[in-house]
């Protein structure tokens, strides 16, 4: 069955895949059992993932998130393969779509970065000051937790869990960034659950709360969601002009 394979194979992830890793991969499935008609791994074949990228396309989904989706299925099979649940990976010699536009990205000039801390409300510009002066990458940052603060060497410490790398590291705390992090746990002890409007995701708001994480969403929930960061960095992009 298609469900429950594709359930071990989140199951298998989480114990040795990054947070935002099983996310993505559990948001791609997803999509694709949602608009797949079957339900054995035996119906899948390349023309069937041919017609699921065609009904995609359709929806105006772009070619580079309907390759990913279909990466991640193989990224499904090949492990099922590798565990002896199915015998060969039927997908294994189909192309990917042809992407007009790959995704590009520039570091911002120090105008810009200027004008990006200015326009921001203070929440968010605390999480943009934690990433200019750190490096961190997203992951790093959504996982950080008071204990992983070296109060004493004035460091950040990065586990093996959540470096890309798997290794541990340690970053220097820039003094406006210590300034940030002694407020935040000054505050902690002030966070409450955050509230939403229809009663499923308000209880999963309730489930998700943390006092534990340095950054978290206005919720107070774990900066873990593939895409709450990069739309509100998009939003203040384009406030700041």
Partial sequence: DLHELRNDFLR??????????????????EN?????AGTSVKQINPEAVRKYREKRLEQKTAARTVNMEVTVLGTLLRWAVKEKRIGSNPLGEMQQLPEDHKKEGRALSDAEVRSLL???EEHYRDIWYAFLTTGMRKDELACLTFREIDWDACELVVRRGTDKKHKLKRIPIEPGLLEILQKQLVGRKDRTPGTARFPKIAARVRAAFSRDHVFTTKENTPLTHRSNLYHAFLRYCKAAG
Avoid at 21 to 28: G, H, K, N, P, S
């Fill in 12 to 29: 298998s992830g989480r114990q040795g895949l990054r947070a935002g890793t099983v996310e993505r991969y559990e948001t791609c499935l």
């Fill in 32 to 36: 694709f059992l949602g608009s797949f």
């Fill in 118 to 120: 200015a326009t921001s």
